[in-house]
Protein backbone atom coordinates (compact mmCIF):
# COMPACT_ATOMS: atom_id res chain seq x y z
CA UNK A 1 0.00 0.00 0.00
CA UNK A 2 1.72 3.95 -1.30
CA UNK A 3 4.93 1.41 -1.75
CA UNK A 4 4.89 0.48 1.73
CA UNK A 5 5.31 -3.26 3.16
CA UNK A 6 2.90 -5.02 5.60
CA UNK A 7 4.44 -4.03 8.87
CA UNK A 8 5.04 -0.15 7.57
CA UNK A 9 1.37 0.13 6.34
CA UNK A 10 -0.18 -1.28 9.59
CA UNK A 11 2.30 1.49 11.59
CA UNK A 12 0.91 4.23 9.21
CA UNK A 13 -2.75 3.28 9.78
CA UNK A 14 -2.28 2.96 13.39
CA UNK A 15 -0.79 6.89 13.28
CA UNK A 16 -4.16 7.73 10.82
CA UNK A 17 -6.47 6.06 13.46
CA UNK A 18 -4.82 7.97 16.38
CA UNK A 19 -5.03 11.04 14.48
CA UNK A 20 -8.57 11.03 13.18
CA UNK A 21 -9.83 9.95 16.70
CA UNK A 22 -7.82 12.01 18.70
CA UNK A 23 -10.34 13.78 20.00
CA UNK A 24 -12.27 10.90 21.48
CA UNK A 25 -8.71 9.07 22.71
CA UNK A 26 -7.82 12.43 24.45
CA UNK A 27 -11.47 13.33 26.10
CA UNK A 28 -11.96 9.38 28.16
CA UNK A 29 -13.03 11.31 31.39
CA UNK A 30 -16.73 12.86 31.62
CA UNK A 31 -16.83 16.67 31.86
CA UNK A 32 -17.46 17.85 35.80
CA UNK A 33 -15.39 14.69 37.23
CA UNK A 34 -12.52 14.66 39.43
CA UNK A 35 -10.54 13.40 36.52
CA UNK A 36 -12.03 15.40 33.77
CA UNK A 37 -8.57 17.72 34.56
CA UNK A 38 -6.43 15.07 32.32
CA UNK A 39 -8.65 15.75 29.40
CA UNK A 40 -6.43 16.80 26.61
CA UNK A 41 -8.84 16.98 23.72
CA UNK A 42 -8.97 20.59 23.55
CA UNK A 43 -7.98 22.56 19.82
CA UNK A 44 -4.77 24.17 21.17
CA UNK A 45 -3.50 21.30 22.75
CA UNK A 46 -4.06 18.72 19.80
CA UNK A 47 -2.45 21.03 17.43
CA UNK A 48 0.63 21.24 19.62
CA UNK A 49 0.27 17.39 19.46
CA UNK A 50 0.65 16.86 15.96
CA UNK A 51 3.12 20.29 15.06
CA UNK A 52 5.36 19.17 17.67
CA UNK A 53 5.23 15.77 16.19
CA UNK A 54 6.17 16.90 12.75
CA UNK A 55 9.36 18.73 14.10
CA UNK A 56 10.15 15.71 16.21
CA UNK A 57 9.94 13.81 13.12
CA UNK A 58 11.98 16.04 10.76
CA UNK A 59 14.71 16.25 13.81
CA UNK A 60 14.78 12.00 14.15
CA UNK A 61 15.12 11.86 10.09
CA UNK A 62 19.22 13.29 10.56
CA UNK A 63 20.24 12.23 14.52
CA UNK A 64 17.96 8.83 14.35
CA UNK A 65 19.86 8.26 10.61
CA UNK A 66 22.93 9.73 10.91
CA UNK A 67 23.75 10.41 14.26
CA UNK A 68 24.39 14.23 14.13
CA UNK A 69 23.38 15.69 17.01
CA UNK A 70 21.56 19.32 16.29
CA UNK A 71 21.14 21.87 19.01
CA UNK A 72 19.85 24.21 16.53
CA UNK A 73 17.07 23.23 14.74
CA UNK A 74 15.15 25.70 16.53
CA UNK A 75 16.27 28.57 14.11
CA UNK A 76 14.41 26.52 11.40
CA UNK A 77 11.23 26.27 13.43
CA UNK A 78 11.31 30.34 13.81
CA UNK A 79 12.20 30.79 10.36
CA UNK A 80 9.08 28.86 9.25
CA UNK A 81 7.12 30.85 11.51
CA UNK A 82 8.51 34.60 10.42
CA UNK A 83 7.90 33.41 6.37
CA UNK A 84 4.06 32.23 7.17
CA UNK A 85 3.11 35.85 8.94
CA UNK A 86 5.26 37.85 6.26
CA UNK A 87 2.69 35.67 4.00
CA UNK A 88 -0.31 36.32 5.50
CA UNK A 89 0.93 40.26 6.05
CA UNK A 90 1.66 40.55 2.23
CA UNK A 91 -0.24 37.95 -0.05
CA UNK A 92 -3.40 37.32 1.83
CA UNK A 93 -4.83 34.65 4.60
CA UNK A 94 -5.07 31.15 2.90
CA UNK A 95 -2.58 28.79 4.67
CA UNK A 96 -1.31 27.14 1.88
CA UNK A 97 1.07 29.42 0.20
CA UNK A 98 2.15 30.27 3.73
CA UNK A 99 3.27 26.75 4.41
CA UNK A 100 4.90 26.54 1.36
CA UNK A 101 7.35 29.47 2.12
CA UNK A 102 7.64 28.12 5.21
CA UNK A 103 8.95 24.94 4.08
CA UNK A 104 11.07 26.86 1.53
CA UNK A 105 12.50 28.95 3.68
CA UNK A 106 13.13 26.32 6.48
CA UNK A 107 15.46 24.19 3.60
CA UNK A 108 16.72 27.39 2.41
CA UNK A 109 18.83 28.25 5.96
CA UNK A 110 19.22 24.54 6.66
CA UNK A 111 21.26 24.66 3.22
CA UNK A 112 23.17 27.60 4.53
CA UNK A 113 24.09 26.44 8.14
CA UNK A 114 24.60 22.77 7.39
CA UNK A 115 27.09 23.87 4.88
CA UNK A 116 29.37 24.92 7.66
CA UNK A 117 28.13 23.07 10.39
CA UNK A 118 28.55 19.41 8.63
CA UNK A 119 32.46 20.18 8.23
CA UNK A 120 32.78 19.16 11.70
CA UNK A 121 31.01 16.13 13.41
CA UNK A 122 30.44 15.29 17.05
CA UNK A 123 30.77 17.88 19.49
CA UNK A 124 31.77 20.43 17.25
CA UNK A 125 28.65 19.90 14.98
CA UNK A 126 26.26 20.24 18.17
CA UNK A 127 28.21 23.75 18.99
CA UNK A 128 28.20 25.10 15.35
CA UNK A 129 24.38 24.40 15.36
CA UNK A 130 23.95 26.17 18.46
CA UNK A 131 25.96 28.70 18.22
CA UNK A 132 24.21 29.17 14.79
CA UNK A 133 20.56 29.16 16.41
CA UNK A 134 21.59 31.81 18.99
CA UNK A 135 23.06 34.12 17.17
CA UNK A 136 19.52 33.88 14.70
CA UNK A 137 17.56 34.14 18.11
CA UNK A 138 20.03 37.21 18.59
CA UNK A 139 19.15 38.83 15.07
CA UNK A 140 15.34 37.91 15.20
CA UNK A 141 15.09 39.79 18.89
CA UNK A 142 16.88 42.97 18.60
CA UNK A 143 19.18 43.18 15.28
CA UNK A 144 16.64 42.24 12.58
CA UNK A 145 13.21 44.09 13.94
CA UNK A 146 11.75 45.49 11.23
CA UNK A 147 11.52 42.28 9.76
CA UNK A 148 10.99 39.94 13.06
CA UNK A 149 9.19 42.56 15.42
CA UNK A 150 11.76 42.15 18.16
CA UNK A 151 10.65 41.10 21.64
CA UNK A 152 7.04 41.53 20.83
CA UNK A 153 7.36 39.41 18.11
CA UNK A 154 5.17 39.94 14.28
CA UNK A 155 2.05 40.18 14.04
CA UNK A 156 -0.81 40.89 11.65
CA UNK A 157 -2.08 44.87 11.55
CA UNK A 158 -5.26 46.08 9.69
CA UNK A 159 -3.08 48.15 7.18
CA UNK A 160 -0.93 45.21 6.16
CA UNK A 161 -1.62 45.01 2.50
CA UNK A 162 -2.75 41.48 1.44
CA UNK A 163 -2.63 41.89 -1.79
CA UNK A 164 -4.57 38.61 -2.71
CA UNK A 165 -7.01 38.86 0.04
CA UNK A 166 -8.86 41.27 2.44
CA UNK A 167 -7.24 43.33 4.78
CA UNK A 168 -9.94 43.32 6.98
CA UNK A 169 -12.82 41.29 8.26
CA UNK A 170 -16.02 41.67 7.83
CA UNK A 171 -16.64 43.12 11.20
CA UNK A 172 -13.45 45.01 10.67
CA UNK A 173 -11.44 43.13 12.44
CA UNK A 174 -7.93 41.48 11.40
CA UNK A 175 -8.97 38.40 9.35
CA UNK A 176 -7.93 35.03 10.48
CA UNK A 177 -5.97 32.11 8.69
CA UNK A 178 -8.02 30.04 6.37
CA UNK A 179 -8.62 27.43 3.86
CA UNK A 180 -10.53 28.65 1.17
CA UNK A 181 -12.78 30.26 3.16
CA UNK A 182 -12.51 27.65 5.66
CA UNK A 183 -11.21 29.26 9.14
CA UNK A 184 -8.81 27.18 11.14
CA UNK A 185 -10.44 28.51 14.36
CA UNK A 186 -13.92 26.52 13.20
CA UNK A 187 -14.93 23.82 15.52
CA UNK A 188 -17.96 21.54 15.60
CA UNK A 189 -19.11 19.97 19.28
CA UNK A 190 -20.30 16.76 19.90
CA UNK A 191 -22.02 15.74 23.41
CA UNK A 192 -22.48 12.52 23.98
CA UNK A 193 -24.18 12.59 27.51
CA UNK A 194 -21.62 13.73 30.28
CA UNK A 195 -18.71 14.15 27.03
CA UNK A 196 -17.93 16.60 25.23
CA UNK A 197 -15.82 16.18 21.91
CA UNK A 198 -14.26 19.05 19.43
CA UNK A 199 -13.37 18.45 15.99
CA UNK A 200 -11.22 21.58 14.35
CA UNK A 201 -10.57 22.84 11.63
CA UNK A 202 -6.87 23.70 12.59
CA UNK A 203 -6.05 20.14 13.85
CA UNK A 204 -6.91 18.48 10.95
CA UNK A 205 -5.74 20.28 8.99
CA UNK A 206 -2.34 20.14 10.73
CA UNK A 207 -2.87 16.38 11.77
CA UNK A 208 -3.04 15.85 7.71
CA UNK A 209 0.54 16.81 7.01
CA UNK A 210 1.84 15.20 9.73
CA UNK A 211 0.52 11.84 8.29
CA UNK A 212 2.28 13.11 4.89
CA UNK A 213 5.03 13.82 6.97
CA UNK A 214 4.85 10.57 8.51
CA UNK A 215 4.31 8.96 5.47
CA UNK A 216 7.62 10.36 3.84
CA UNK A 217 9.71 9.43 6.54
CA UNK A 218 9.14 5.19 6.49
CA UNK A 219 9.62 6.38 2.99
CA UNK A 220 13.33 8.02 3.79
CA UNK A 221 13.55 5.29 6.58
CA UNK A 222 13.41 2.60 3.85
CA UNK A 223 15.18 3.70 1.04
CA UNK A 224 19.14 3.44 -0.10
CA UNK A 225 19.34 6.70 1.01
CA UNK A 226 18.34 6.37 4.46
CA UNK A 227 20.59 2.81 3.98
CA UNK A 228 22.98 5.46 3.67
CA UNK A 229 22.23 7.61 6.44
CA UNK A 230 22.39 4.54 8.50
CA UNK A 231 25.85 3.85 6.95
CA UNK A 232 26.95 7.18 7.98
CA UNK A 233 25.76 6.34 11.64
CA UNK A 234 27.62 3.46 12.01
CA UNK A 235 30.96 4.77 10.80
CA UNK A 236 31.29 6.95 8.36
CA UNK A 237 35.08 7.29 8.89
CA UNK A 238 35.49 3.44 6.95
CA UNK A 239 33.25 4.53 4.64
CA UNK A 240 35.46 7.44 3.91
CA UNK A 241 38.54 5.34 3.80
CA UNK A 242 35.91 3.31 0.53
CA UNK A 243 36.51 7.26 -1.21
CA UNK A 244 32.83 8.03 -0.89
CA UNK A 245 31.99 11.41 -0.09
CA UNK A 246 29.02 11.24 2.99
CA UNK A 247 28.81 15.12 2.94
CA UNK A 248 26.17 15.05 0.08
CA UNK A 249 24.04 12.29 1.87
CA UNK A 250 24.21 14.27 5.60
CA UNK A 251 23.76 17.94 3.77
CA UNK A 252 20.53 16.61 2.44
CA UNK A 253 19.35 14.50 5.79
CA UNK A 254 19.95 18.12 7.29
CA UNK A 255 18.15 20.12 5.00
CA UNK A 256 14.83 17.56 4.70
CA UNK A 257 15.35 17.57 8.71
CA UNK A 258 15.07 21.67 8.36
CA UNK A 259 12.19 21.50 6.17
CA UNK A 260 10.19 19.69 8.12
CA UNK A 261 11.13 22.03 10.87
CA UNK A 262 9.45 25.13 8.81
CA UNK A 263 6.44 22.97 8.24
CA UNK A 264 6.19 22.83 11.64
CA UNK A 265 7.14 26.25 11.88
CA UNK A 266 4.35 27.56 9.41
CA UNK A 267 1.62 25.31 11.02
CA UNK A 268 2.28 27.62 14.25
CA UNK A 269 1.77 30.50 12.40
CA UNK A 270 -1.57 29.19 10.48
CA UNK A 271 -3.00 28.30 13.57
CA UNK A 272 -2.27 31.37 15.46
CA UNK A 273 -0.50 34.06 13.25
CA UNK A 274 2.44 35.28 15.56
CA UNK A 275 6.18 34.93 15.36
CA UNK A 276 8.42 35.67 18.27
CA UNK A 277 12.22 35.06 18.29
CA UNK A 278 11.40 32.92 21.80
CA UNK A 279 10.49 29.92 19.39
CA UNK A 280 14.48 29.86 17.77
CA UNK A 281 16.06 30.25 21.71
CA UNK A 282 18.09 26.96 22.68
CA UNK A 283 15.94 25.69 24.66
CA UNK A 284 13.40 24.83 22.17
CA UNK A 285 15.71 22.94 20.77
CA UNK A 286 16.69 21.22 23.68
CA UNK A 287 12.94 20.30 23.81
CA UNK A 288 12.76 18.33 20.41
CA UNK A 289 16.13 16.75 21.69
CA UNK A 290 14.44 15.50 24.40
CA UNK A 291 11.26 14.33 22.74
CA UNK A 292 13.04 11.99 19.96
CA UNK A 293 15.60 10.15 22.57
CA UNK A 294 12.41 9.95 25.02
CA UNK A 295 10.05 8.09 22.11
CA UNK A 296 13.29 6.53 20.52
CA UNK A 297 15.54 7.80 18.40
CA UNK A 298 15.95 6.17 15.22
CA UNK A 299 12.48 5.02 15.38
CA UNK A 300 9.07 5.82 13.05
CA UNK A 301 6.62 6.55 15.65
CA UNK A 302 8.99 6.98 18.80
CA UNK A 303 9.58 10.98 18.54
CA UNK A 304 5.80 11.15 17.72
CA UNK A 305 4.85 9.64 21.18
CA UNK A 306 8.05 11.93 23.00
CA UNK A 307 6.73 14.64 21.39
CA UNK A 308 3.31 13.95 23.22
CA UNK A 309 4.03 12.72 26.09
CA UNK A 310 6.01 16.23 26.77
CA UNK A 311 3.26 18.37 25.47
CA UNK A 312 0.89 16.86 27.42
CA UNK A 313 3.04 17.44 30.71
CA UNK A 314 3.64 20.95 29.98
CA UNK A 315 0.12 21.67 29.62
CA UNK A 316 -1.90 19.27 31.92
CA UNK A 317 0.68 18.48 34.88
CA UNK A 318 1.63 22.01 35.10
CA UNK A 319 -1.63 22.96 35.57
CA UNK A 320 -2.51 20.68 38.32
CA UNK A 321 -2.19 22.67 41.48
CA UNK A 322 -2.14 22.01 45.66
CA UNK A 323 -6.10 23.05 45.55
CA UNK A 324 -6.48 20.02 42.75
CA UNK A 325 -4.60 17.99 45.19
CA UNK A 326 -6.22 18.44 48.76
CA UNK A 327 -9.54 17.72 47.10
CA UNK A 328 -8.33 14.74 45.46
CA UNK A 329 -7.04 13.50 49.06
CA UNK A 330 -9.42 14.87 50.68
CA UNK A 331 -11.40 11.96 51.90
CA UNK A 332 -7.66 11.11 54.34
CA UNK A 333 -7.64 12.07 57.86
CA UNK A 334 -5.92 16.34 57.76
CA UNK A 335 -2.30 15.87 58.52
CA UNK A 336 -2.14 12.63 56.18
CA UNK A 337 -3.77 14.91 53.80
CA UNK A 338 -1.15 17.81 54.02
CA UNK A 339 1.67 15.05 54.17
CA UNK A 340 0.83 13.55 50.87
CA UNK A 341 -0.04 16.83 49.15
CA UNK A 342 3.14 18.03 50.38
CA UNK A 343 5.30 15.13 48.97
CA UNK A 344 3.32 15.54 45.29
CA UNK A 345 3.37 18.94 44.82
CA UNK A 346 6.88 19.38 44.00
CA UNK A 347 6.79 16.69 40.94
CA UNK A 348 3.45 18.82 39.74
CA UNK A 349 2.47 22.22 38.64
CA UNK A 350 5.82 24.67 38.44
CA UNK A 351 7.90 21.81 39.51
CA UNK A 352 6.63 19.36 36.36
CA UNK A 353 9.74 19.93 34.63
CA UNK A 354 11.60 17.75 37.79
CA UNK A 355 9.34 14.47 36.74
CA UNK A 356 10.23 14.97 33.33
CA UNK A 357 13.81 14.94 34.39
CA UNK A 358 13.39 11.20 36.07
CA UNK A 359 11.29 10.10 33.42
CA UNK A 360 14.06 11.54 31.18
CA UNK A 361 16.59 9.42 33.57
CA UNK A 362 15.01 6.40 33.86
CA UNK A 363 14.47 5.85 29.84
CA UNK A 364 17.59 6.92 29.20
CA UNK A 365 19.45 4.33 31.64
CA UNK A 366 17.09 1.43 31.44
CA UNK A 367 15.73 2.12 28.28
CA UNK A 368 18.43 3.41 25.89
CA UNK A 369 15.75 2.49 22.68
CA UNK A 370 13.44 5.05 24.03
CA UNK A 371 9.56 4.14 24.68
CA UNK A 372 9.24 2.02 21.76
CA UNK A 373 12.03 -0.21 23.08
CA UNK A 374 9.97 -0.47 26.43
CA UNK A 375 7.10 -1.71 23.84
CA UNK A 376 8.92 -4.09 22.34
CA UNK A 377 10.09 -5.68 25.48
CA UNK A 378 6.40 -5.97 26.96
CA UNK A 379 5.62 -7.67 23.20
CA UNK A 380 8.42 -9.75 23.70
CA UNK A 381 7.12 -10.70 27.36
CA UNK A 382 3.70 -11.44 26.20
CA UNK A 383 4.44 -13.61 23.26
CA UNK A 384 7.02 -15.92 25.12
CA UNK A 385 4.36 -16.16 28.37
CA UNK A 386 2.14 -16.98 25.56
CA UNK A 387 4.76 -19.76 24.03
CA UNK A 388 4.91 -21.20 27.28
CA UNK A 389 1.43 -21.34 28.61
CA UNK A 390 0.47 -23.15 25.17
CA UNK A 391 3.74 -25.29 25.92
CA UNK A 392 2.79 -26.05 29.22
CA UNK A 393 -1.31 -27.19 27.86
CA UNK A 394 0.25 -29.25 25.18
CA UNK A 395 2.26 -31.39 27.70
CA UNK A 396 -0.62 -31.88 29.73
CA UNK A 397 -2.48 -33.46 27.27
CA UNK A 398 0.08 -35.81 26.23
CA UNK A 399 -0.85 -39.62 26.81
CA UNK A 400 0.73 -41.06 29.41
CA UNK A 401 2.47 -44.08 28.68
Sequence with gaps: MFG??????????????????????LNPFPEGSAMAQF???????????VIFGIFAIGFNILFGLTGYLSFGHAAFLGVGSYSAVWMFKLLGMNVLPAIILAVIMGGVFALVIGFVSLRRSGIYFSILTLA??????????????????????LQLALD???????????DGNIPVPSLFGLEMRDSAELVLG??????????????????????????????PFGMMLRAVKSNQQRMNYTGLNTRPYTLA?????????????????AMDPLAGAERMFWTASGEVVLMTILGGAG????????AGII???????????????????????????????????????????????????????????????????????????????????????????
Design 39 to 49: NAGYPDLMQRF
Design 194 to 223: PWEFTFNVGYYFSAAFMILAFYLAIRIFRS
Design 253 to 269: AFVISGMYAGLAGGLMA
Design 160 to 170: DPRILGSSTAA
Design 299 to 306: TLIGPVLG
Design 132 to 153: FAQMSFALAYSVLTPITGGETG
Design 4 to 25: LDKKDTSLLLVVVGLALFAPFL
Design 311 to 401: KYMENILSKINSDILHGWFAFLPDGLEDFVVAIIYPFIGKGWHLTLGLIFMAVVIFLPGGLVEGGKRIGAALRRKKAEDGSGRGKATEPAE
